[in-house]
C-alpha cells in the first residue's frame, strides 16, 4: 500500500467519529458533555496516530541490528530489492 | 452549552416562613439539598440564638445515644446498619425519642448497678468456699504443729519467720505439743500481688509469733465487669494470745485482706459449706437471669441505635439552620437568606410547599430573589462520572463563577496526557479491567461502606482509571509496545539490505573473535520508501534495534511539544472565550491578540518546521525549496535553528556551496550544513517573526492599564471584570493594576518558553516506563524462559513469571501509574490552566442531610 492509504484511511475514521459522533448523540442533559468527549478523543487519537506516521514517513537512520538477527529477518521478512542471495567465493568486503 | 461548561446561574433569595411551618420547610430543604442559608445572627453567640434549648435536648439525646452505643459494643454486638434516607422526624417525635432513650439509658444504668452487687456478693460466697475448704488441707497437713514450733523459737529468739525443712527437736515436743492445742488462727483471703509484702509485714509487726500459710487460688468473674480481681490466696494466721488478734485484724483491714470466719471443728466446717454451697448455686441462677436481661435489652437497642441517631443528627441540623434565620417584629415570621441555582428555584418553592402542607398551616412561604453586589458560590451540576474529574479540577482551586470550566476538556485530554507517558499496552490492559472490576460491583461496594481513605481514593477515580487504561491501550498499540515486546500485524517495512556473501564473511568474523557484530541499515535501501511507512504505530523493526533509542527520543520528543503546543493554545482559546462572555473587547484585542501572535510566532512556528523537516527530508539528496540538499547529514537541525533565530544569527543559504549537485564532494558542503538557512526567504521570516512576538509583550503589558488609567481620568467606572486594581471601596489604583499586567505578562511570556520544554516529561516518563519494562523482561521474564528445558524450566519459569507479575503490578503499573498520573495532574494545572484560569471561587455548600450524614459516618471529609 502506499503512502497515501493509511493516512486516508485513518484520517477518514477518525473524522467520521470527530464529525459524525456528535449528531448520534440523543438529546439530554448530558449532550454537550458527550459531544465534546467525542471530538476530543478524536482529535487527540488521531493527532497522536499522525504524528508517529509522519515521523516514520521519510526515516533519516535506519536500525542498527546484530547479524544474527539480520539473518533471521531474511529468512523471515526477506530481502530489499537488489540483494544478491548468492554466495561468492571471490568477493570480501 | 452542556451543564458544566460554566458554573450554574445563582440567585440570593429571601424567604418569609411562618413559625409554625418553619422546621418542616427546613426539613424539606434539607432533603431537597439546593438551598445553602446565610447566617443572619452572626453576631448573636451560640447561648443568645432562639432555638438554644432544642439543640441543648438534641446533645443530651446524642450523649444518651454514644451511652447506648458503648454498651452494645461492650458486649461485642454490631451496631445495625440503618438506612440513611429516612425522613427527618417531625417535632412531636422529638419528644418520644427523648422518652424512649431516658428509659433505655436509665434500664442500662440500673441493670449495671444490680450486676456489680451481684459479683460483688458472688466473690463473697466464693472466697468463703475456698477459704474452709483450704483451711481443711492446711490444718490436716500438720501446719499447727509447724505454727507452735516456729511461734515458740521466736519467742526464745532464735530463728527466722518461715523454715519448714529443719527437722524439729525431739526434746521440746511434748512441750509444744501442749501450746499447738492453744494456738488461735484467723482466716482469709487477700489478693496475691500482696502475698508477700503482708507475710513480711506481720513477721516484722508481731515479732515472728505470728505463722502464716498461704494457698492460691481463683475466683471466677461471672459478669464480665472490668475491675474484678481473680488472683487471690487464702491465708491462715496462727498465733497464741488474744491480744494478737486484734492487731492481726488492724492488720488485714490495711492489707485489704478480707476475714472469713472459719469454725474450728471439722463438723461444723462441713456444714457450712453445704450452706455456702447452696448460696452460690442461687445466686449464680440470679446473676444468669440478670445478664440475660441485659443481653435482651442491649440487642433491642442495637438495632434502632443507628437509626436513631441518623434521626437526632437531622433534627439538630435543622435546629441549627433555624437558628440562623432572623425573626421580623411581630415573632410570627421567620427570614432566611440563601444562595440557590436559578434554574432551581421552582423546585425549591415546591419542598416550600410541601413542608407548609405537612406542618398543616395555611400561610404559603413568600420566596423572592434579591438583587447583589456579592459574587455568588460555583456550582456544578454533576453526575458521578463527571464528579471525579471536577475533583480533580477542584483540588487546584474552585472556578469563579462563571468561568470557563476546565473540567469537560480534562476528562478527555487527562486520561490522553496519562496515557502518552504510560504507553504500554499490556499494563493498559491490567489498569482497564481492574476499573472495570470496580464498575461492575460498583453497587456493592459503595453499600459497603468501606471507611478506608487509600480503598476511597482508587475507587473514587474509578472512572479517571478505565478511561486512563482505555486510553494507555490506544497509546502502547502506537508505540508497539506490549510488556515490552512488539507486534508484527501489517508487516514490518524494513528488509535486509546485506548481499549474503557480505553477511557470510560478517558472521565468520564475529566467531571468530566471539562478538555479535552489528550492521546499522541505510534507510536506502533497507526502508520500503515508496510503500510508506507501517501503517498502524512504531515499525517493529525498532524493537530488534541496539540504537532503537536514536530513533524513538526525536519521534517522542517532536510529539510531546506538538501536543504541549497544541494544549496551550487550546488553552489561549479558552481565555477568549472568557473575554468575550465578560464583553470586555480591551482584553480580547490588547491581551489575547498579542498572546495568540507570541504564541504562534515562535512556538507554532517551531511545530510547522517539525512537520515540514518530517515530509520533505530524506536520506537521498534531491531539491529541497530550491536549494540542494545533499543527505541526511544535512537536514536541518530544528532546535539550534530556533535558537539561532533569537540571536539573529547570520547563516549561509542552503547546504552547498554554488547550489550544484554533486554527489561525491563532500567538500562542497557548507560548514556544518545542518545549521544553515534551509527555505528561501527563511532569514526575512524570522526577523519578521520575532519582531512581532518582541513587540507584543510591551503591548501586553502596557495598552490595557493605561487605557484603563485614562478612562478613569474621564471618569468613567472601571467595571474591572476580576476585581484586580480595586481596593474594598471600589477605587481605582494605577499602581495595582500595572503591578498584575506586569505579572500577568511575565508569566505568559516565560510560561510559553519553559511550559513548551516542560512538555518533554511526556517523553521523559514513556522512556522511563520502556526501559523498566524492559529490565523486567530481560532479567526476568526472557530468563525464566530461558532458563533450561523439561520440567526444571516449567518449574523456573513458574517462579519468575510471579516475580515477573509481582513486579510488574507493584513497579510499573501502581508506581509509575502514580507518577504519570502526577505529572499529567501537573501539566493540566500549570501548564493548561494558567493560560485562563482564575479558580479563586466559592464551593456551594448547601444543606443536605445526606451530605450530612455521610460526614458523620466518616464516608466523606
Known sequence: MGVIVPLVSVSAFWALIGFGGPWLVPKGVNRGIIQTMIVLTAVCCWMFWILVYLHQLNPLIGPQISVKTIRWMAEKWGNAPGVDTHYSTTSSP | ?861
Open chain 2, 1 to 861: 452549552m452542556g451543564t458544566i461548561f460554566r458554573s450554574e446561574w445563582m440567585s440570593l433569595c429571601q424567604v418569609f416562613l411562618q413559625t409554625d411551618s418553619a422546621y418542616a420547610c427546613v426539613a424539606e430543604l434539607g432533603e431537597l439539598g439546593l438551598a445553602q442559608f446565610r447566617d443572619l445572627n452572626g453576631d448573636a453567640n451560640n447561648y443568645q440564638r432562639k432555638f438554644v434549648n432544642e439543640i441543648r435536648r438534641c446533645d443530651e439525646m446524642e450523649r444518651k445515644l454514644r451511652f447506648i452505643e458503648e454498651e452494645v459494643v461492650k458486649d461485642s454486638l454490631e451496631v445495625d446498619d440503618a438506612n440513611m434516607y429516612i425522613k427527618a422526624p417531625q417535632p412531636k417525635e422529638m419528644t418520644e425519642l427523648e422518652a424512649n432513650l431516658e428509659k433505655v439509658e436509665e434500664e442500662l444504668i440500673s441493670i449495671n448497678a444490680n450486676t456489680k452487687v451481684l459479683q460483688k456478693n458472688f466473690t463473697q460466697l466464693m472466697e468463703m468456699r475456698a477459704v474452709i475448704e483450704s483451711v481443711k488441707v492446711l490444718l490436716d497437713s500438720g501446719s499447727r504443729m509447724h505454727a507452735a514450733q516456729s511461734i515458740s523459737e521466736a519467742a526464745r529468739g532464735e530463728a527466722g519467720p518461715i523454715q519448714v525443712g529443719i527437722t524439729p527437736n525431739f526434746d521440746q515436743y511434748d512441750k509444744e505439743n501442749r501450746e499447738s492445742t492453744e494456738l488461735k488462727f484467723v482466716t482469709g483471703v487477700i489478693q496475691r500481688s500482696k502475698g508477700a509484702t503482708f507475710e513480711r509485714f506481720l513477721w516484722r509487726m508481731c515479732r515472728g509469733k505470728v505463722f502464716v500459710r498461704m494457698m492460691d487460688i481463683s475466683i471466677p468473674n461471672v459478669t464480665g465487669l472490668a475491675d474484678v480481681p481473680t488472683e487471690k490466696a487464702v491465708f491462715i494466721l496462727f498465733f497464741s494470745g488474744e491480744a494478737l488478734r486484734s492487731r492481726v485484724k488492724r492488720i488485714c483491714q490495711g492489707f485489704h485482706a478480707e476475714i472469713y470466719n472459719c469454725p474450728d471443728n471439722v463438723v461444723e466446717r462441713a456444714s457450712l459449706l453445704v450452706q455456702i454451697n447452696t448460696q452460690v448455686e442461687d445466686m449464680q441462677s440470679v446473676l444468669n437471669k440478670t445478664l440475660e436481661h441485659r443481653r435482651r435489652v442491649v440487642l433491642a437497642s442495637g438495632m434502632n441505635v443507628k437509626l436513631w441517631s441518623f434521626k437526632v443528627l437531622k433534627i439538630k441540623s435543622i435546629f441549627h439552620t433555624l437558628n440562623m434565620f432572623s425573626i421580623d417584629v411581630t415573632q410570627k415570621c421567620l427570614i432566611a437568606e440563601c444562595w440557590m441555582p436559578t434554574a432551581d428555584m421552582s423546585m425549591v418553592m415546591d419542598a416550600l410547599r410541601r413542608g407548609t402542607e405537612m406542618s398543616g398551616s395555611t400561610v404559603m412561604p413568600v420566596l423572592n430573589e434579591m438583587e447583589t453586589h456579592e459574587t455568588p458560590p460555583t456550582y456544578f451540576k454533576l453526575n458521578k462520572f463527571t464528579l471525579g474529574f471536577q475533583n480533580i479540577v477542584d483540588a487546584y482551586g474552585i472556578a469563579n463563577y462563571r468561568e470557563v470550566n476546565p473540567a469537560p476538556w480534562t476528562i478527555i485530554s487527562f486520561p490522553f496526557l496519562f496515557a502518552c507517558m504510560f504507553g504500554d499496552a499490556g499494563h493498559g490492559i491490567v489498569m482497564f479491567l481492574t476499573a472495570l472490576l470496580f464498575l461492575i460491583f460498583e453497587k456493592k461496594i459503595i453499600a459497603a461502606k468501606i471507611k478506608d481513605e487509600i480503598f476511597n481514593t482508587f475507587f473514587g477515580g474509578r472512572y479517571v482509571i478505565i478511561l486512563m487504561g482505555a486510553f494507555s491501550i490506544y497509546t502502547g498499540t502506537l508505540y508497539n509496545d506490549f510488556y515490552s515486546k512488539s507486534v508484527n500485524i501489517f508487516g514490518s517495512k524494513w528488509t535486509n539490505p546485506i548481499n549474503y556473501t557480505d553477511l557470510a564473511v560478517w558472521e565468520v568474523r564475529g566467531a571468530t573473535q566471539d562478538q555479535d557484530l552489528d550492521f546499522t541499515f541505510s534507510p536506502n535501501p533497507a526502508f520500503d520508501h515508496d510503500s510508506g511507512p507501517y501503517p498502524w504505530g512504531v515499525d517493529p523493526v525498532w524493537n530488534l534495534a541496539k540504537n532503537k533509542l536514536n530513533f524513538l527520543n526525536p519521534m517522542k520528543m517532536k510529539m510531546s511539544i506538538c501536543i504541549g503546543i497544541s494544549q496551550m493554545f487550546f488553552g489561549v482559546m479558552l481565555s477568549l472565550l472568557n473575554h468575550v462572555y465578560n464583553r470586555s473587547w480591551l482584553d480580547v484585542i490588547f491581551v489575547f491578540i498579542p498572546q495568540m501572535l507570541f504564541l504562534c510566532c515562535i512556538f507554532v512556528y517551531l511545530c510547522i518546521q517539525v512537520i515540514i523537516k518530517w515530509l520533505f527530508f530524506y536520506v537521498d539528496g534531491k531539491f529541497i525549496f530550491g536549494n540542494w540538499y545533499p543527505g541526511s547529514n544535512c537536514a536541518p537541525s530544528l532546535l539550534i535553528g530556533l535558537i539561532s533565530m533569537f540571536m539573529m544569527k547570520s547563516r549561509d543559504d542552503g547546504f552547498v556551496k554554488g547550489n550544484v549537485p554533486n554527489y561525491d564532494d563532500e567538500t562542497q558542503q557548507f560548514d556544518q550544513c545542518y545549521l544553515q538557512l534551509w527555505y528561501p526567504g527563511q532569514a526575512m521570516a524570522e526577523q519578521i517573526l520575532l519582531a512581532v512576538a518582541v513587540l507584543s509583550i510591551p503591548v501586553m503589558l502596557l495598552v490595557k492599564p493605561i487605557y484603563q488609567l485614562m478612562q478613569h481620568k474621564r471618569g468613567v467606572p472601571i467595571s474591572g471584570g476580576h476585581g484586580h486594581g480595586e481596593d474594598d471601596t471600589g477605587e481605582f489604583n494605577f499602581g495595582d493594576v500595572m503591578v498584575y499586567q506586569a505579572i500577568h505578562t511575565i508569566e505568559f511570556a516565560l510560561g510559553c518558553v519553559s511550559h513548551t520544554a516542560s512538555y518533554l516529561r511526556l517523553w521523559a516518563l514513556s522512556l522511563a516506563h520502556a526501559q523498566l519494562s524492559e529490565v523486567l523482561w530481560d532479567m526476568l521474564f526472557h530468563m525464566g524462559l530461558t532458563f533450561s528445558t523439561g520440567y526444571l524450566g516449567a518449574v523456573m519459569i513458574f517462579i519468575f513469571f510471579s516475580i515477573f507479575a509481582v513486579l510488574s503490578v507493584s513497579i510499573l503499573i501502581l508506581m509509575e501509574g502514580l507518577s504519570a498520573f502526577l505529572h499529567a495532574l501537573r501539566l493540566h494545572w500549570v501548564e493548561f490552566q494558567s493560560k485562563f484560569y482564575g479558580g479563586t471561587g466559592i464551593a456551594f455548600e448547601p444543606f443536605s442531610f445526606i451530605k450530612l450524614i455521610r460526614l458523620a459516618e466518616g464516608l466523606d471529609q
